[in-house]
């Protein structure tokens, strides 16, 4: 049998070099990975250019990845569809008394938009244009506004159902309703951190409070807003009872979106369908070219071994669960700061696998533990994608609330420690609902 021309260390090297070379002059992400991988595909001998496509178009063939875009659309509907509006309203009702009222009003809307749309990048862009204007008229500072609107955003991959969960569910063969049930208490954790850290920015700064919503102020706007609210509760629901697979129950959460805003809030018209359509379309293509290129370039990983040949010597540290959690969380948080989450998830993911495997880690914790720390990626440059949505709608530059955005991040920080120190925090609500999932 003929011998590879390089070794791992040379093939990782001529890999990642040509990636963040491309990265440096900003070639886009999904671009970069897929060019990355030709000048090995051409050298070796056994191998050819021709596949990068196939190895591209093969990861497509996937009936797990199809929930990806109508996740997108089922947001995008209910963007368009005066959702959103109402949910405002019934935040506004909850928080609207406490310090800082209109910034508590953003994170909580965070944590409904989350259980609807999945996507951080669709929280980010609606929840923008929603707020950051809105606080700066009652007076709150502009690079605050920036910072609690981005982070909050990215509760959107926590709380289910998050399309991250998909993409690692069936790249790394983990039960997604599992994973659904996992991310809920982190997510709450994590909202309650942001809350807290609004709060003490509030008292200190001494931002408005909203009067108080009286009682059927509250009642109105619970009962416009459970229609919306029952989303999450079909989607986890249908899977956890066995209704619906994954991606059937993203199809199902589409046509409840497209039946809530037509006939329910009777806000849908023509236009505002093509408009939602042609969004999906194009935040689709973004994320599964990733997928595609960053397949190919995993592939080309797992040929050369350079996964065995990097785990070598961590698992030589006898780091145990504790350790290996830190160690993954470093990992991804370096590569979220560099890399989209569904490529990092792809390439990172299954690198780090036979690690966890060695250590006797959960794979839920495993999954939860990568999950949230690429969550931080969405908002720390230079890829930070939500923060720029969010400075991009302020028109400023991005290291303007960079501050801001370091500190919100800091109690969310102390959540993702405890996820690791407490397999607990992730596992409790799969072993109490559906143990079944989590043996």
């Known amino acids: 049998m003929m011998q590879s021309m390089l070794s791992p260390g040379m093939a990782s090297l001529a890999l990642f070099g040509a990636f963040f070379f491309l990265l440096a ?20 001998p056994r191998l050819s250019p021709m596949m990068l496509f196939n ?49 508590q009003c953003n994170v909580v809307l965070s944590v409904f ?15 923008s244009k929603i707020f950051i204007e809105a606080q700066t008229k009652e007076g709150y500072d502009l690079p605050f506004s920036i910072a609690v609107t981005a982070v909050s955003s990215t509760l959107a991959v926590v709380i289910p159902p998050s399309i991250l969960m998909v993409v690692w569910g069936g790249v790394i063969s983990t039960s997604i309703g599992a994973l659904y049930l996992a991310g809920i208490v982190p997510g709450l954790l994590i909202a309650a951190a942001q809350m807290v850290t609004v709060h003490v920015y509030a008292v200190r700064r001494k931002y408005p409070v909203h009067p108080r919503a009286t009682f059927v102020q509250f009642i109105t706007a619970a009962l416009q807003s459970i229609p919306a609210m029952m989303t999450p509760f079909i989607i986890v629901g249908g899977i956890l009872l066995g209704w619906f697979t994954p991606t059937e129950s993203a199809a199902v959460a589409v046509l409840y979106a497209l039946a809530l805003t037509a006939f329910v809030y009777r806000e849908m018209d023509l236009k505002r369908l093509v408009e939602a359509l042609s969004e999906t379309g194009r935040l689709s293509a973004i994320a599964l070219f990733c997928v595609g290129t960053a397949s190919a370039f995993g592939w080309l990983l797992a040929y050369y071994q350079i996964p065995k040949a990097l785990l070598e010597n961590v698992t030589s540290w006898n780091l145990g669960i504790t350790g290996v959690g830190f160690f993954i969380a470093a990992v991804f948080l370096i590569t979220g700061c ?25 794979p839920i914790q495993f999954a939860i533990i990568g999950i949230v720390s690429l969550a ?3 908002v720390t440059p ?32 102390l959540v993702l420690v405890g996820i690791i120190l407490w397999p607990e925090v992730t596992l409790i609500l799969p072993q109490l609902i559906s143990p079944e999932l989590v043996k």
Do not use: W
């Open 113 to 127: 938009f989350a259980g609807i749309s999945g996507s951080s990048t669709a929280d980010a862009a609606s929840q």
């Open 376 to 378: 931080f990626g969405l």
């Open 382 to 413: 230079p890829y930070g994608l939500c923060l720029m949505v969010a400075c991009s709608v302020a028109g400023v530059p991005l290291r303007y609330a960079l501050k801001d955005t370091m500190i919100m991040l800091v109690p969310m920080l």
């Open 25 to 44: 002059m900003r070639v886009p992400v999904a671009f970069a990975l897929g060019l990355a991988c030709l000048p090995i595909l051409a050298y070796e």
């Open 55 to 103: 190895e591209t178009f093969k990861s497509y063939n996937s009936f797990i990845l199809l929930a990806v875009p109508l996740f997108l659309l089922t947001a995008n509907l209910m963007g368009v569809g005066g959702i959103t509006d109402r949910l405002v309203v019934l935040s506004r009702t909850m928080v609207g008394r406490m310090p800082g009222a209109l910034a």
């Open 338 to 362: 560099f890399l989209d989450a569904i490529p990092a998830i792809i390439i990172v993911g299954v690198t780090l696998q036979p690690l966890v495997q060695s250590v006797d880690m959960h």
